[in-house]
């Protein structure tokens, strides 16, 4: 059988970049995209040489509007086709609406949610082709609720789910599967910025990224449509159904401090 590439976005560090070990040690040839070409470089020599598989490093910023449009004509270039596509660059801003950069603010969408869309929707048509391979997103345990003082982190993350989950049942009947990622707290570089890293979430426990991506990629290849890492993750967001809406928006705004 032909050997599957996966291409995984925000690759550099924390959960991709673990992702992207689980991949290469599951034999497949990886891509590895992010803006740090060091890092990547250093993951890239350390999958060949471990796992002897074909590693390529794609240098993008998802910030740029037509960033997708230009990876999917240097994937072409280069002769590269994929079959599995891991969205998970993203980064939060905490803080008060009013308060959070525009910019900052913008280009936060942009890579959450419109980079993610756009590079979904041009590999699409290959994979169908194909009939292979697939698509898993990274949303985060935040998409099941409103996320005062994280509110565009929040919604951007709904977006992720609500939009996996339809893509989910609409590429049911082919052999494609579509899972949606939904971490909780994890130990990476996510929470290194200053207000970040004493945010209260982070003081009722959270995850390694490597238990995490190991979590994730069993998921997909079972093509679970929402794959919640961690028990307590997933209660937390099942009773998300039956809380009223006031009361977990509050706790959301109660933790995001
Ligand atoms: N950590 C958590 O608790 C948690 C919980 C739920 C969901 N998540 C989600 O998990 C995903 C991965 O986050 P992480 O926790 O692993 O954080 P991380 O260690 O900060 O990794 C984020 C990755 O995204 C890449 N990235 C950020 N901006 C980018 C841009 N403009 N262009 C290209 N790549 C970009 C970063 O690479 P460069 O900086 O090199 O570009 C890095 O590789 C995110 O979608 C995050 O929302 C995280």
């Known amino acids: 059988m032909k050997q599957q590439r996966v291409l995984v976005t925000g690759a550099s560090s924390g959960i991709g970049l673990e992702l992207a070990k689980v991949y290469a040690q599951q034999g497949y040839a990886v891509v ?60 939060g801003l905490l803080g008060p609406h009013a308060q959070s950069g525009v910019q900052e603010q913008m280009d936060m969408l942009q890579v959450n949610m419109m980079a993610l869309t756009q590079l979904t929707r041009l590999l699409l048509p290959g994979m169908l082709e194909r009939n292979a391979g697939g698509v898993l997103n990274v949303a985060s345990t935040a998409a099941f609720q409103a ?20 893509l989910h049942e609409e590429l049911a009947p082919t052999g494609l599967h579509v899972s949606c990622l939904c971490p909780g707290p994890t130990r990476t570089a996510f929470f290194a910025g200053d207000k970040l890293q004493n945010v209260r979430l982070l003081k009722f426990g959270s995850q390694s990224a490597e238990e995490v991506a190991r979590f994730a990629y069993a998921a997909f290849q079972r093509n679970q449509a929402i794959a919640i890492p961690g ?27």
Not at 78 to 85: F, N
Not at 147 to 166: D, I, Q
Not at 231 to 247: M, Q
């Open 32 to 91: 590895l995209l992010a803006r740090s070409q060091a890092a990547l470089e250093q993951l890239a020599a350390e999958l060949r040489s471990q796992y002897k598989v074909g590693v390529e490093v794609l240098v993008a910023d998802l910030r740029q509007p037509d960033a997708a449009v230009r990876v999917t004509q240097d994937l072409a270039q280069r002769g590269l086709t994929i079959d599995v596509l891991v969205n998970n660059a993203g980064f």
């Open 147 to 166: 996320g005062p003082n994280m509110a565009l982190y929040y919604a951007s993350k709904a977006f992720v789910l609500s939009y996996t989950e339809a």
């Open 231 to 257: 028990l307590k993750n997933r209660l937390l967001a099942f009773s998300t159904r039956f809380s009223p809406r006031a009361v977990t928006r509050k706790l959301a705004q109660a933790l995001n401090q």
